[in-house]
C-alpha cells in the first residue's frame, strides 16, 4: 500500500489545519501517516520542520502532504522551499475568503482566542450536561435535553451523546433500555413526555455480543441469545412508540450524529 | 455586523465539509449563520437548497458561503448556479490530491464506512477510558492513560480530556486537586509513579470564582479567597513536583489539547 506522510504546520494550534485531516478519508487506499507541529512561528521551527519533510519522503519513498496554516510570509514561502504537496489554507482559502468578506484574516494565537465566545460556552456547558445525564443517571433536568439518546446497553449512546455535546453544542442525554423494561413492555415511565426529541440506537446482535463479551466474557449478559432477543424487543418498544433509529453496526459516532441531526432538525 | 449564511451541503455526513467550518473562525468581524445539510443527494434536495440559499442572501443582504463536498458532477454544476461564494471541496482539494496520490477518491456513503478502521476503535477506546477515569473516579487501570491532568476542582480538567480522547483517541485520565492534597502538601500518592504523563492544568482565581459560584453560589469553596489559596497551593504542589501546566482561563479545550500534546510529545 502506498505510504505518504502528512504534515499539519501552523502557526498557531493547528486546529484549522488538522480538520483538513478529514479530507484524507477518502483515500483509504494510502497509508498516511499524520505529524502535527503546531505552533511553529519562528524560522528555526520552520526549518526543523523542512528536514522532517525531507526524512518522510525518504522512509516512505514518496513526496509528504503538507496542509500549512501560516500567516507570516516568509514563514510560508521559506516551508514552500521543501519538496512536498502543499495545501496552503491562506492562499486558497482565507486570503480568498477574506476578499470575499472584504475583511482581513486574524492568524495564529488571535484565532484561539476569538472562539471563545458564546458558541464556545455553549459547547462546554452541552458537554457538562451530557456527562451528568449519561446512562440515565438522573431523571432530572431531562426538559433541558435537546435530544435522548436510548437504546440496549453498549449500543453506542454514550460516545455519540459525546460527540454531538462536543461537537455541536447540543445538550444530548442518553437512557438505556434494560430488562425491566423490556419486561413491562413500554419505555421508562420517565420518557414518555418527551418522545418528541427522542431518538434510537440499535446494533446487530453479533455486534452487541461481541462489545458486551469483551466486558463480561461468557456471562448472560453477554450471550448471543439474550443480545437477540434484548434487541427485538427494544426495536418493538421503539416501533410501537414512534421512535426514529438508526442502526449502530457499521456507523461512526460523526455519521450517527449528522443522521440524528438531520432527523431531529426541528429541534437543534 | 456583517451578516452572511454559510452552507455545508455533502451528499453523505458532511462531516468533511464541517471541518472547513474552522476557517470561519479567522474571521471574527461577520456574524455566520451556519446551516448544514447533509445527504443532499438527489437533484429535488439540490434544488431545494438553491431556494435555501436564495432567502438567505436576501435576508443576509449579502451572498452566502457555501462550502460543498458532491462526489455527483451534475448535482455540483446545479448547484453551482446559484449566486453564492463556493468552496468546492473536491475541486480545490479532493481531485487534485487525488492525482497526486494517483488514486481516485471516495465519495458519499463510501467515506463513512472507511474511517471505522483500527483509528477508529482506539478513539472509541479512549473516550471509554476516560469517562471512566473522570474526576480521579478509579486508581486503577492509570498505568494505562496516556496523560494524566490534575488541577483543582472545575479548571477544565473533564471537556479537555473528553476532546483529547474524542478528537486524537488518547487515552486521557484526569485527577482532582483537593482540600486533603493541600493540607499534606503533597500530590496524592497514587499518581507519584505517573509524574512522567501527568500534565497540570490551572485557572485565574477570578474565573474559578465565577465557574464555581454558578453551582454553589455564596459557598466557602466558592469564595474568591478559597479559589486564590486552592490555585496559589496547587501550583506549588505542581511546581515542586516539576510538573508543566498550562492555564485554561482563557484557553478553548482545543487550544488546551494542541499545548498538552505538544509537551508531552514523546507519550503520545
Same mark, same amino acid.
Given at each position: 500500500?502506498? %505510504?505518504?506522510?502528512?504534515?499539519?504546520?501552523?502557526?498557531?494550534?493547528?486546529?484549522?489545519?488538522?480538520?483538513?485531516? %478529514?479530507?484524507?478519508?477518502?483515500?483509504? +487506499?494510502?497509508?498516511?501517516?499524520?505529524?502535527?507541529?503546531?505552533?511553529?512561528?519562528?524560522?528555526?521551527?520552520?526549518?526543523?520542520?523542512? #528536514?522532517?519533510?525531507?526524512?518522510?519522503?525518504? #522512509?516512505?519513498?514518496?513526496?509528504?502532504?503538507?496542509? !500549512? $496554516?501560516?500567516?507570516?510570509?516568509?514563514?510560508?514561502? /521559506?516551508?514552500?522551499? $521543501?519538496?512536498? &504537496?502543499?495545501?496552503?489554507?491562506?492562499?486558497?482559502?482565507?486570503?480568498?475568503?477574506?476578499?470575499?468578506?472584504?475583511?482581513?484574516? =486574524?492568524? +495564529?494565537?488571535?484565532?484561539?482566542?476569538?472562539?471563545?465566545?458564546?458558541?464556545?460556552?455553549?459547547?462546554? #456547558?452541552?458537554?457538562?450536561?451530557?456527562?451528568?445525564?449519561?446512562? *440515565? !443517571? /438522573?431523571? $432530572?433536568?431531562?426538559?433541558?435535553?435537546?435530544?435522548?439518546?436510548?437504546?440496549?446497553?453498549?449500543? *453506542?449512546? /454514550?460516545? /455519540?451523546?459525546? &460527540?454531538?455535546? !462536543?461537537?455541536?453544542?447540543?445538550?444530548?442525554?442518553?437512557?438505556?433500555?434494560?430488562?425491566?423494561?423490556?419486561?413491562?413492555? $413500554?419505555?421508562?415511565?420517565?420518557?414518555?413526555?418527551?418522545?418528541?426529541?427522542?431518538?434510537?440506537?440499535?446494533?446487530?446482535?453479533?455486534? =452487541?455480543?461481541?462489545?458486551?463479551?469483551?466486558?463480561?466474557?461468557?456471562?448472560? &449478559?453477554?450471550? =448471543?441469545?439474550?443480545?437477540?432477543?434484548?434487541?427485538?424487543?427494544?426495536?418493538?418498544?421503539?416501533?410501537?412508540?414512534?421512535?426514529?433509529?438508526?442502526?449502530?453496526?457499521?456507523?461512526?459516532?460523526?455519521?450517527?450524529?449528522?443522521?440524528? !441531526?438531520?432527523?431531529?432538525?426541528?429541534?437543534?
Amino acid at each position: 500500500m502506498l %505510504k505518504r506522510t502528512v504534515f499539519f504546520i501552523s502557526d498557531g494550534t493547528g486546529i484549522t489545519a488538522g480538520a483538513l485531516g %478529514k479530507l484524507l478519508e477518502h483515500f483509504p +487506499g494510502t497509508n498516511f501517516t499524520q505529524v502535527r507541529l503546531p505552533f511553529s512561528d519562528t524560522l528555526d521551527k520552520i526549518k526543523q520542520a523542512q #528536514e522532517d519533510i525531507l526524512n518522510a519522503a525518504e #522512509e516512505d519513498g514518496g513526496r509528504p502532504v503538507v496542509i !500549512m $496554516s501560516l500567516g507570516n510570509i516568509e514563514l510560508r514561502n /521559506t516551508l514552500k522551499q $521543501s519538496n512536498a &504537496y502543499f495545501i496552503d489554507l491562506f492562499n486558497t482559502f482565507i486570503d480568498p475568503l477574506g476578499l470575499e468578506l472584504d475583511q482581513q484574516p =486574524l492568524t +495564529g494565537a488571535g484565532i484561539a482566542h476569538s472562539v471563545m465566545g458564546t458558541k464556545y460556552n455553549d459547547r462546554m #456547558e452541552a458537554v457538562n450536561f451530557t456527562l451528568n445525564h449519561d446512562d *440515565g !443517571m /438522573t431523571n $432530572s433536568g431531562l426538559e433541558e435535553a435537546q435530544v435522548i439518546l436510548i437504546g440496549v446497553s453498549r449500543c *453506542g449512546k /454514550t460516545p /455519540t451523546s459525546v &460527540y454531538l455535546a !462536543m461537537q455541536f453544542g447540543i445538550k444530548a442525554a442518553n437512557y438505556p433500555l434494560i430488562p425491566e423494561d423490556f419486561e413491562r413492555g $413500554s419505555l421508562p415511565a420517565v420518557l414518555h413526555k418527551h418522545l418528541d426529541k427522542i431518538f434510537g440506537l440499535t446494533i446487530k446482535p453479533e455486534r =452487541l455480543h461481541a462489545v458486551r463479551n469483551e466486558r463480561r466474557s461468557g456471562s448472560f &449478559y453477554a450471550s =448471543l441469545d439474550n443480545c437477540r432477543k434484548e434487541i427485538a424487543t427494544a426495536e418493538d418498544l421503539m416501533r410501537s412508540a414512534g421512535i426514529t433509529w438508526a442502526d449502530s453496526t457499521s456507523r461512526s459516532v460523526e455519521e450517527l450524529s449528522a443522521i440524528i !441531526m438531520e432527523k431531529t432538525r426541528k429541534h437543534v
